[in-house]
């Protein structure tokens, strides 16, 4: 069992940076591969980062963003630069022993998700 705990989102001007954390508790966070989804509002949840066997990110974000771990103090992180109003949604943190880390349905444990918006 991981337990996740979203933290720093919030409200930023287009172009500005925000940096999210993920707090995770529970046994061998190492051993988990771990990334950031978004849900805009009226659209399916969506693959933004992760990072496990490997670091992966979305087209949509490739360049802006940058998916950090920390396992010593079971913390993840994304940092989100240049931003833009179309970044706006509720980001989700999640945790997977899965192969299929872009796949929503293979992450068995998520966060309660922070809202970022982003003004135009």
């Known amino acids: 069992q991981v337990q996740l705990v979203e933290s720093g989102g919030g409200l930023v001007q287009a172009g500005g940076s925000l940096r999210l954390s993920c707090a995770a508790s529970g046994r061998a966070f190492s051993s988990y591969a771990m990334a950031w989804f978004r849900q805009a509002p009226g659209k399916e949840r969506e693959f933004v980062a992760s990072?496990?066997?490997?670091?992966f990110y979305a087209d949509s974000v490739k360049g802006r963003f940058t998916i950090s771990r920390d396992d010593a103090k079971n913390m993840v992180y994304l940092k989100m630069n240049s931003l833009k109003p179309e970044d706006t949604a509720v980001y989700y943190c999640a945790a997977t022993l899965g192969v299929r880390i872009g796949v929503a349905d293979d992450y068995p444990y998520w966060g309660q998700g922070t809202q970022v918006t982003v003004s135009s």
């Open positions: 990072m496990g066997w490997g670091v």
